[in-house]
């Protein structure tokens, strides 16, 4: 079993900046790609950002690349999430996922593991 734990999240006014965390631990080996998405209140859970695990290439929705910055630290087995730049429409609760295949990252379907979430408000 793997555990994913978020953290980081708040209220920032627009145009400030947050830093999301997710720590995962269990039986994470071959968990090859770990990913961001969000959730706003109505709408669908929808893809922001991905890493693979034991490389170094990064992905990202087109409308949030250059605001939003994926990391990863793989000895602390955590995965981080820089937003820059908020804007009152990047309020939502943001995931932590992380899967085994790399063939759809912004699929949240191809994820196996999720974390419980994180609330990110930003006023205007």
């Known amino acids: 079993q793997v555990q994913l734990v978020e953290s980081g999240g708040g209220l920032v006014q627009a145009g400030g900046s947050l830093r999301l965390s997710c720590a995962a631990s269990?039986?994470?080996?071959?968990?090859?790609?770990r990913g961001w998405f969000r959730q706003a209140l109505g709408k669908e859970r929808e893809f922001v950002a991905a890493?693979?695990?034991?490389?170094?290439?990064?992905y990202y929705a087109g409308s949030l690349k250059g605001r939003f910055t994926i990391s990863k630290d793989n000895a602390k087995n955590t995965v981080y999430l820089q937003m820059n730049s908020l804007k009152p429409e990047d309020t939502a609760v943001y995931y932590c996922?992380?899967?085994?295949?790399?063939?759809?990252?912004?699929?949240?379907?191809?994820?196996?593991?999720w974390g419980q979430g994180t609330q990110v408000t930003v006023s205007s």
């Open positions: 269990g039986r994470s080996l071959g968990l090859n790609i």
């Open positions: 890493i693979n695990w034991g490389g170094t290439s990064t």
């Open positions: 996922a992380a899967g085994y295949s790399e063939r759809r990252i912004n699929d949240k379907t191809n994820y196996n593991y």
